[in-house]
């Protein structure tokens, strides 16, 4: 069993979503800390990226902040090899930073052997090997559907890796087991139809995608729109293994004021919901997993 | 391989990519709509089913005014010594090419029913062919463009408007077309089971590239046919400017079997040209100068094709302006509709095969074409064709100064005696912004405007 999967095992994970950098390096390794306090599991910690086509205003705020305050994949990868918690790190950021990492490199390299153009694999391989270095577990890419994600299976397979791959509300039956049989760690079940953002409840979606997925073996993690414990406790005892919240955290690190307070009791609300949640699932089904 | 025998249906057809460029990079809530939409393409698009070829066809010729000519420019083919010809792409209705493809992705939304229809726009040409498009065939229409586009491009805006399309401004980033397609394709995330994204360009996840190429291919169908019954022949070279680089693929298409691979050192020893091949420059934005400034993310220019990475954005592996590190830079040109980072992928991969070779033609330049084709040819041109118009120029600059270098002469040499021109557009929607550039950059050609004082 992976780190990631080890985590979802004793009861529902809490997987807060912060980005990394915003607003700054060591601010970020302060939130962090306070997460894990509040009963944070699994940390998702964004790498930033120019053009956050999956995320909603919230997170793409949060990443022009890291960006404006110069945050690059290096400092990410020293970032996350520097923190002193015992819980393991997804990272989340987009296809082209992990294509590119290491690029310029890889591109004299194949410019000088074949006069080519660097193939996928180099800047791929160059990325996960240095994010294993740093201790992260895994890799969230929403822009990167099973169909192109091959070199980045092979490399995460390569250097112990996993790879979480998104279940949207659209996601056919057909495409559901393509999905599957690609993921590990855990499956991120998208709640809602759009983009990342704070939701006042639980969509109906949640339920059917949660319905489908009873059968695989990976533990199921929900996000898109999880603000408040009540939500975690309605999506644990609707039969996910996890939460994943981003941006009612992000709002909290926006506002500047009490940050690492604040975000440790709303990972406590959130645990706690989810706990709760837990306690409303008929006792044959919980051991199910 | 051939791309024609693509579209004859046969082998080929789920080949999401040129060589290595395209591709599907999409969040995983647009994939079943990509699938849906490639079945869609392949039925309605490449085997004319329900006769959607024929309907699309029809609308091209009564609602947009096909076939557009092939005008031979006496006074540039004067200038320039050689025969000079024009594609008047802004003669179609509304006055761009973008209508070529808008028309085309509109009537397959119907045909796939759908009831909404959203799109980006840059310069607001795509917006208005998408908007008129929609008006005629009788479609909710929702247009997304950049806040700084929208003031650069007001009569665009109006346009749209009065075609009953929503404007959403897009105050992030820069506000130009990379921002508009973010914003569009989280709507589409949002809305996809009703809604069709009408993307502008040859740019996007497969089959965007294919499809966009497929609609816009008819400007070089037209125009192959065209030289063949004026000048008898296939033309030496064929220029267009490239944005996303639909006009171009357009442009391009029908003469992409007769180009011929430009070895590395055929500049060297020059043979007589083969009769029937033709040389395809894509001319990009050149903004101010080509250096970029990595530490504030910015590239002052647009040309991706000639300096650009690989790399993956909206949806597609192709050429970017991007730093070290693979953030996307902030691009430029006085012109809205080429002012984008990215490229279509089929044009990176004939770029990196050698079939399309791609030159740039900055600001000043631009705006120069601009007032030579309105004086010399009662033509104003769309500042991005003013690009294309001003690559002539160039050529024949350089092989006015060829005595200093063997590259130079032959780089003029390339573009032949018989050269096709696409004039993606025409100018009325910059004229605010050719006065006011003109003026401030002491444009020699610029006319006084006086008259107003
Ligand atoms: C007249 C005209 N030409 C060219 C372009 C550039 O687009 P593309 O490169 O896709 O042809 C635009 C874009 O708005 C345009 O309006």
């Given at each position: 069993?992976?780190?990631?999967?080890a985590a979802f095992a004793d009861e529902p994970a809490l997987i807060p979503y912060v980005v990394a950098g915003d607003p700054g390096i060591e601010e970020t390794k302060e939130y962090v800390r306070a997460l894990v306090r509040g009963g944070a599991d699994v940390i998702e910690l964004g790498l930033p990226f120019s053009e956050p086509i999956a995320d909603g205003p919230t997170i793409q705020n949060a990443i022009q902040r890291a960006l404006s305050g110069g945050m690059t994949p290096d400092d990410y990868l020293e970032l996350v090899s520097?923190?002193?918690?015992?819980?393991?790190?997804?990272?989340?950021?987009?296809?082209?930073?992990?294509?590119?990492?290491?690029?310029?490199?890889?591109?004299?390299?194949?410019?000088?052997?074949?006069?080519?153009?660097?193939?996928?694999?180099?800047?791929?391989?160059?990325?996960?090997?240095?994010?294993?270095?740093?201790?992260?577990?895994?890799?969230?890419?929403?822009?990167?559907?099973?169909?192109?994600?091959?070199?980045?299976?092979?490399?995460?397979?390569?250097?112990?890796?996993?790879?979480?791959?998104?279940?949207?509300?659209?996601?056919?039956?057909?495409?559901?087991?393509?999905?599957?049989?690609?993921?590990?760690?855990?499956?991120?079940?998208?709640?809602?139809?759009?983009?990342?953002?704070?939701?006042?409840?639980?969509?109906?979606?949640?339920?059917?995608?949660?319905?489908?997925?009873?059968?695989?073996?990976?533990?199921?993690?929900?996000?898109?729109?999880?603000?408040?414990?009540?939500?975690?406790?309605?999506?644990?005892?609707?039969?996910?293994?996890?939460?994943?919240?981003?941006?009612?955290?992000?709002?909290?690190?926006?506002?500047?004021?009490?940050?690492?307070?604040?975000?440790?009791?709303?990972?406590?609300?959130?645990?706690?919901?989810?706990?709760?949640?837990?306690?409303?699932?008929?006792?044959?089904?919980?051991?199910?997993? | 391989?051939?791309?024609?025998?693509?579209?004859?249906?046969?082998?080929?057809?789920?080949?999401?990519?040129?060589?290595?460029?395209?591709?599907?990079?999409?969040?995983?809530?647009?994939?079943?709509?990509?699938?849906?939409?490639?079945?869609?393409?392949?039925?309605?698009?490449?085997?004319?089913?329900?006769?959607?070829?024929?309907?699309?066809?029809?609308?091209?010729?009564?609602?947009?005014?096909?076939?557009?000519?092939?005008?031979r420019a006496d006074a540039l083919s004067e200038r320039y010594d050689r025969e000079v010809y024009l594609k008047r792409e802004d003669l179609l209705h509304g006055g761009a090419h973008k209508l070529n493809n808008a028309l085309g992705q509109v009537l397959l939304a119907k045909y796939m029913g759908k009831e909404r229809i959203v799109a980006e726009t840059g310069a607001g040409q795509h917006g208005t062919a998408t908007a008129m498009a929609a008006s005629y065939l009788d479609i909710d229409c929702e247009v997304f463009m950049g806040r700084?586009?929208?003031?650069?491009?007001?009569?665009?805006?109006?346009?749209?408007?009065?075609?009953?399309?929503?404007?959403?401004?897009?105050?992030?980033?820069?506000?130009?077309?990379?921002?508009?397609?973010?914003?569009?394709?989280?709507?589409?995330?949002?809305?996809?089971?009703?809604?069709?994204?009408?993307?502008?360009?040859?740019?996007?996840?497969?089959?965007?590239?294919?499809?966009?190429?497929?609609?816009?291919?008819?400007?070089?169908?037209?125009?192959?046919?065209?030289?063949?019954?004026?000048?008898?022949?296939?033309?030496?070279?064929?220029?267009?400017?490239?944005?996303?680089?639909?006009?171009?693929?357009?442009?391009?298409?029908?003469?992409?079997?007769?180009?011929?691979?430009?070895?590395?050192?055929?500049?060297?020893?020059?043979?007589?040209?083969?009769?029937?091949?033709?040389?395809?420059?894509?001319?990009?934005?050149?903004?101010?100068?080509?250096?970029?400034?990595?530490?504030?993310?910015?590239?002052?220019?647009?040309?991706?094709?000639?300096?650009?990475?690989?790399?993956?954005?909206?949806?597609?592996?192709?050429?970017?302006?991007?730093?070290?590190?693979?953030?996307?830079?902030?691009?430029?040109?006085?012109?809205?509709?080429?002012?984008?980072?990215?490229?279509?992928?089929?044009?990176?991969?004939?770029?990196?095969?050698?079939?399309?070779?791609?030159?740039?033609?900055?600001?000043?330049?631009?705006?120069?074409?601009?007032?030579?084709?309105?004086?010399?040819?009662?033509?104003?041109?769309?500042?991005?064709?003013?690009?294309?118009?001003?690559?002539?120029?160039?050529?024949?600059?350089?092989?006015?100064?060829?005595?200093?270098?063997?590259?130079?002469?032959?780089?003029?040499?390339?573009?032949?005696?018989?050269?096709?021109?696409?004039?993606?557009?025409?100018?009325?929607?910059?004229?605010?912004?050719?006065?006011?550039?003109?003026?401030?950059?002491?444009?020699?050609?610029?006319?006084?405007?006086?008259?107003?004082?």
């Open positions: 069993m992976s780190e990631l999967e520097g923190l002193d918690v015992d819980v393991p790190v997804v990272c989340m950021t987009y296809y082209n930073l992990i294509y590119q990492y290491g690029g310029r490199e890889a591109q004299r390299a194949s410019e000088r052997s074949s006069g080519g153009t660097p193939r996928d694999e180099e800047g791929v391989e160059a990325f996960v090997s240095a994010a294993a270095d740093a201790g992260v577990s895994g890799l969230i890419v929403p822009d990167l559907p099973v169909e192109e994600s091959g070199p980045l299976r092979l490399a995460c397979d390569e250097y112990g890796l996993d790879l979480v791959f998104i279940i949207a509300p659209t996601t056919t039956d057909r495409r559901k087991r393509r999905i599957t049989e690609q993921a590990s760690g855990f499956v991120y079940v998208q709640a809602r139809m759009g983009t990342t953002g704070a939701q006042a409840d639980v969509s109906g979606d949640t339920h059917d995608s949660l319905a489908r997925l009873a059968e695989s073996d990976l533990p199921k993690a929900v996000g898109f729109g999880v603000s408040a414990g009540e939500h975690a406790r309605e999506i644990v005892s609707a039969g996910a293994d996890g939460v994943v919240v981003g941006s009612a955290l992000v709002d909290i690190v926006a506002s500047g004021e009490n940050v690492a307070e604040r975000l440790e009791s709303k990972a406590a609300e959130l645990k706690s919901g989810a706990r709760e949640g837990e306690q409303e699932i008929p006792e044959p089904e919980r051991t199910s997993n | 391989m051939s791309d024609t025998n693509d579209m004859n249906g046969a082998s080929g057809m789920n080949e999401t990519k040129f060589g290595e460029y395209g591709g599907q990079y999409v969040p995983e809530v647009l994939m079943p709509a990509i699938e849906e939409l490639q079945s869609a393409y392949e039925r309605y698009v490449l085997e004319n089913e329900d006769g959607f070829m024929d309907e699309f066809r029809r609308h091209l010729r009564d609602f947009g005014g096909r076939p557009t000519p092939l005008q700084t586009d929208i003031n650069r491009q007001r009569p665009n805006v109006f346009r749209m408007r009065t075609h009953d399309a929503e404007v959403n401004p897009v105050d992030v980033g820069s506000g130009t077309l990379k921002e508009a397609i973010n914003e569009t394709m989280r709507d589409w995330a949002t809305n996809v089971e009703d809604t069709h994204y009408v993307i502008g360009s040859v740019v996007g996840p497969h089959p965007f590239p294919k499809m966009v190429r497929d609609f816009q291919s008819v400007i070089s169908e037209e125009a192959r046919e065209q030289i063949r019954k004026k000048a008898g022949r296939l033309p030496d070279s064929v220029v267009a400017c490239a944005g996303g680089g639909s006009n171009t693929m357009g442009a391009f298409h029908n003469f992409v079997d007769d180009a011929e691979p430009r070895s590395a050192n055929r500049s060297s020893g020059h043979g007589p040209r083969d009769d029937e091949s033709v040389s395809l420059f894509a001319v990009e934005a050149g903004g101010s100068g080509l250096t970029i400034d990595e530490d504030e993310g910015v590239a002052p220019h647009s040309a991706s094709l000639s300096s650009g990475q690989d790399g993956v954005l909206h949806g597609a592996r192709t050429k970017l302006l991007q730093s070290g590190d693979g953030q996307i830079l902030e691009s430029h040109s006085v012109s809205a509709g080429l002012d984008y980072s990215g490229v279509g992928p089929e044009l990176a991969h004939l770029v990196e095969t050698g079939r399309v070779t791609p030159v740039n033609v900055g600001d000043d330049a631009a705006l120069e074409a601009f007032h030579r084709l309105s004086k010399l040819e009662g033509i104003i041109p769309a500042l991005e064709s003013s690009h294309a118009v001003a690559y002539l120029e160039r050529a024949a600059q350089r092989a006015a100064d060829g005595s200093s270098g063997h590259d130079q002469r032959d780089e003029a040499d390339e573009l032949g005696d018989l050269v096709i021109v696409n004039v993606s557009g025409r100018g009325d929607k910059d004229l605010d912004t050719v006065i006011e550039e003109s003026a401030k950059r002491g444009i020699d050609a610029a006319p006084s405007m006086e008259v107003f004082e």
